[in-house]
């Protein structure tokens, strides 16, 4: 679900060559010249399996396997066959330093013109924490208190970013002002434990026609899942682009 948080590396994992280093960025991290979208992907994958298990607080950088969120909530209330209101707490987000990614655009020197985007996947994405359910399919009412089991198979995702910009002596510092996030599973599995207050037949029988029907399910959730996905994101880059100005992440010319 919250595999798209590793494009935070496109920002803070930025191959050496003659060009000076910026002296804020830590000295041990390869970074790129701007627009250099080929090494910004081959040093963002071998960041990412470095430093996946452990964060890397000089980049502002998480643990990102696994990636606890602590909550969040996904609520669909149209008038189709699915009306679902889901609150996650305590998840652990399996999977991220499989990430592969295909192609970023942009990352030019002037980054009020300059385009922010990356597409990418991930072979699969587990999710498990607990789970609080209400709501309804077709006219029968869902109830649920319990332990989640989601995986994503073979998700692909893409990342677009537009920043607003701020010049503080000299240096041009980043704030986040859009953020887009879509996420395309080819697959889902969803096991959902006490549904019915532990009616194990009525559950079993919910959780085969949620992943019978996984992409009507996912259709109806999908942009609430996009949205708690690019808070979480935003937050991260905040906390990145307060530490660092936007050439601190680039090599100069």
């Known amino acids: 679900m919250l595999f798209a948080v590793c494009s935070v590396f496109l920002f803070a994992c930025l191959t050496l060559g003659s060009a000076s ?9 390869p970074i790129c010249r701007y627009g250099d979208t080929e090494c910004i992907i ?14 890397y607080a000089p980049a502002a950088f ?10 969040f909530d996904i609520s669909d209330g149209r008038s189709g066959s699915l009306s679902l209101k889901l609150n996650f707490r305590d998840v652990n987000v399996e999977g991220l330093s499989g990430v592969k990614f295909d192609r970023a655009i942009g990352f030019e020197r002037n980054p009020s013109t300059s385009k922010f985007e990356m597409y990418g996947a991930f072979s699969k994405i587990v999710l498990r924490g607990k789970y609080l359910a209400d709501g309804r399919i077709l006219i ?5 208190d319990g ?21 503080r002596n000299g240096r041009t510092y980043l704030s986040v002002d859009k953020l887009k996030v879509l996420v395309e599973p080819q697959k889902m599995n969803i096991k959902l434990t006490n549904l019915f207050n532990g009616d194990q037949a009525l559950g079993n029988n919910l959780n085969q026609f949620l992943n019978e029907n996984w992409s009507d399910v996912w259709s109806e959730l999908q942009p609430s899942v996009h949205v708690a996905i690019a808070d979480i994101m935003k937050s991260i880059l905040a906390t990145l682009f307060k530490r660092f100005a936007y050439e601190d992440l680039f090599l100069e010319e």
Do not use: W
């Open 21 to 29: 280093r910026p002296s804020n960025f830590p000295a041990e991290l």
């Open 42 to 55: 081959n040093v963002s994958h071998k960041l990412v399996r470095q430093y996946a298990r452990t964060g």
């Open 62 to 71: 998480p643990q990102v396997e696994p990636f606890l969120i602590k909550r």
């Open 140 to 144: 029968l009412p869902i109830r649920g």
């Open 147 to 167: 332990d989640a089991d989601i995986t994503l198979h073979n998700p692909k995702f893409s990342v677009k970013f537009k920043p607003a910009t701020q010049v």
